[in-house]
């Protein structure tokens, strides 16, 4: 099993940047890509990036894309999550989240890191 921990989050106000970070641990060698999540309260789990590991592909979602930024650190085992012009809605926990190989779905997850973003 891969340990992920997020860091990074924070209290920030509208305009600013943060960059979370996403460290794993135990068995990487199974992990085909990670992702990015948030869930802001009262709403539904969001994507917002992923990295696969092998060919550092990377996709974000539409709602953040020209904002956020996901990049990857293979001598680290960590992804992080670039996030610029920050807005109030961008206040959710964000998840970081792994996709093993062979799996189509991410099947372990982080235990969040809270972003807000408030003036």
């Known amino acids: 099993q891969v340990q992920l921990v997020e860091s990074g989050g924070g209290l920030v106000q509208p305009g600013a940047s943060l960059r979370l970070s996403c460290a794993a641990s135990g068995r990487t060698l199974s992990s085909a890509a990670m992702g990015w999540f948030r869930q802001a309260p009262g709403k539904e789990r969001e994507f917002i990036a992923t990295v696969t590991w092998a060919s550092g592909t990377t996709y974000v979602a539409d709602s953040v894309k020209g904002r956020f930024t996901i990049t990857s650190d293979d001598a680290k085992n960590t992804v992080y999550l670039q996030m610029n012009s920050l807005k109030p809605e961008d206040t959710a926990l964000y998840y970081c989240?792994?996709?093993?190989?062979?799996?189509?779905?991410?099947?372990?997850w982080g235990q969040g890191t809270q972003v807000t973003v408030s003036s």
């Open positions: 989240a792994q996709r093993s190989v062979g799996k189509a779905n991410y099947d372990n």
